[in-house]
């Protein structure tokens, strides 16, 4: 099983292709829960677009008895 959150806003967005991965960019804080999402084994995924909004699915598996 896993757990599965999505997050959505209908706020300014911005376009994925300027988020470069380094602590400078305007969107570190989303590179962060991506790498959080893959330490503990799943995903996450973000979709966005200026003038559209932003969505972030994260999935991750729940291990029995942790």
Do not use: N, Q
């Amino acid at each position: 099983d896993d757990l599965h959150v999505i997050i959505v806003d209908d706020g300014k967005g911005f376009d994925p292709a300027e988020c470069h991965g380094h602590d400078a960019s305007p969107h570190f804080g989303l590179l962060h829960m991506r790498k959080r999402a893959e330490m503990a084994g799943g995903r996450c995924i973000i979709t966005s677009a200026p003038e559209r909004g932003t969505r972030v699915e994260i999935h991750v598996p729940i291990t029995a008895g942790e």
